[in-house]
């Protein structure tokens, strides 16, 4: 694993320490993960965790669908910090423990409820295409309804700036977490 590039500051400046302890009092509990390096901007790190916290707290999208995305853009990203904090807690929020391996290995899923399938195709394709065909998103609004099919794509959204911000910074995983498996091929 290469040096985090942006771990905890020795010193905040009174606009993180400001950020730090709104995140702090929250569901999250603390600064850690994405948020280490988004205390470099800390208004982006507080507009950004409240977007979060609903959607991982608050969403319409049901808890197992939530942690699917997130762990779709964690292997989509090789987002392993991503990935080994959110593994358990996909296999508590009920997500079959087949899913969250075959989404490990990016590969669709083929077991669990049928929404499963129906999350992972809308995301996946969004991702490959940068659009959704017609299909797809008749397929998930039929099965999720307008307001989940809007929150899933939310949770990719939000997940994937994350993703993106702690592949720029490097951020390792939690110790003793879970890691994603390499990637067939690499």
Same mark, same amino acid.
């Given at each position: 694993m290469n040096q985090d590039r942006l771990p905890l500051p020795a010193e905040l400046t009174a606009e993180q320490r400001a950020a730090a302890e709104r995140i702090s009092s929250g569901p999250r509990g603390g600064v =850690? *993960?994405?948020f280490v390096p988004l205390l470099r901007s800390p208004e982006l790190m507080t507009r950004l965790q409240l977007v979060g916290e609903y959607?991982? =707290? *608050?969403?319409v999208l049901d808890d197992d669908l939530v942690e699917l995305v997130i762990l779709y853009v964690a292997r989509r990203w090789d987002q392993d910090f991503e990935y080994g904090f959110h593994q358990p807690l996909a296999l508590t929020a009920g997500l079959p423990a087949d899913v969250v391996e075959a989404v490990s290995r990016g590969v669709r899923p083929s077991g669990?409820?049928?929404?499963?399938?129906?999350?992972?195709?809308l995301v996946d394709e969004l991702h490959e295409t940068r659009q959704v065909s017609d299909d797809t998103y008749a397929a998930a609004v039929a099965a999720l309804g307008e307001a989940r099919v809007i929150e899933a794509v939310g949770t990719a959204g939000y997940y994937t700036t994350l993703a993106m911000t702690m592949n720029v910074a490097r951020t390792p995983p939690p110790d003793g977490a879970p890691r994603l498996p390499a990637r067939e091929g690499s």
């Open positions: =850690f *993960g994405p959607l991982r =707290f *608050g969403s669990g409820r049928p929404e499963i399938g129906v999350v992972y195709d």
